[in-house]
T-cell receptor, first 116, second 115 residues
Framework: EPEVTQTPSHQVTQMGQEVILRCVPISNHLYFYWYRQILGQKVEFLVSFYNNEISEKSEIFDDQFSVERPDGSNFTLKIRSTKLEDSAMYFC??????????????FGNGTRLTVT | SQQGEEDPQALSIQEGENATMNCSYKTSINNLQWYRQNSGRGLVHLILIRSNEREKHSGRLRVTLDTSKKSSSLLITASRAADTASYFCATASRAGGTSYGKLTFGQGTILTVHP
């Protein structure tokens, strides 16, 4: 069964450094998402992406965050200058239709980002 | 409580027993979904119920939705040790023009099934 893959599985970075989290969504999916889960807290929506542009973003997704689909298969999340509070598990997801009645989100296994 | 609150927070049962998890939410929704997460892994979609549906089945899973009470329940029948995981409800709402793909997750219920 097709799946969403994320790399790396674990990323350790120093505060102030830039990180890029990578995702390969399911190949025929059109909608892409990033969510994050801080340890012990809820899974939170960050951003949705369709047709090469952001369709919605949350308050968390400030100017330090950006997303890109550079080559038609990868979907990346960049954090320009990481903060300690960015430490979390970041999940990429995709769906064939915009989270519609018949199209659930398919999540990757996540990248655990640790900012020191 | 916040959108998508599950109870109980933790549930421990014996194999073969049924497990019931509840979810409450605050705003109007278009659909409600249940996801499962094994420790350290991603979220796996289990079942989606639309706002105009009251009950849905999938294998050993049964989901109910009561929009008047803004609540949902997930029942896992004849549980197995392999069902041990965290279970999350997530709501999709078009309120305020939000997209369907923006799900609001609950805190989750940690289910432990003892063999």
């Amino acid at each position: 069964e097709p799946e969403v893959t994320q790399t790396p599985s674990h990323q350790v970075t120093q505060m102030g450094q830039e990180v890029i989290l990578r995702c390969v969504p399911i190949s025929n999916h059109l909608y892409f998402y990033w969510y994050r889960q801080i340890l012990g807290q809820k899974v939170e929506f960050l951003v949705s992406f369709y047709n090469n542009e952001i369709s919605e973003k949350s308050e968390i997704f400030d100017d330090q965050f950006s997303v890109e689909r550079p080559d038609g298969s990868n979907f990346t999340l960049k954090i320009r200058s990481t903060k300690l509070e960015d430490s979390a598990m970041y999940f990429c997801a995709s769906s064939s239709r915009q989270g519609s009645y018949n199209s659930p989100l398919h999540f990757g296994n996540g990248t655990r980002l640790t900012v020191t | 409580s916040q959108q998508g609150e599950e109870d109980p927070q933790a549930l421990s049962i014996q194999e073969g027993e049924n497990a019931t998890m509840n979810c409450s939410y605050k705003t109007s929704i278009n659909n409600l979904q249940w996801y499962r997460q094994n420790s350290g892994r991603g979220l796996v979609h289990l079942i989606l119920i639309r706002s105009n549906e009251r009950e849905k089945h999938s294998g050993r899973l049964r989901v109910t939705l009561d929009t008047s009470k803004k609540s949902s329940s997930l029942l896992i029948t004849a549980s197995r040790a392999a069902d041990t995981a965290s279970y999350f409800c997530a709501t999709a709402s078009r309120a305020g023009g939000t997209s369907y793909g923006k799900l609001t997750f609950g805190q989750g219920t940690i289910l432990t099934v003892h063999p």
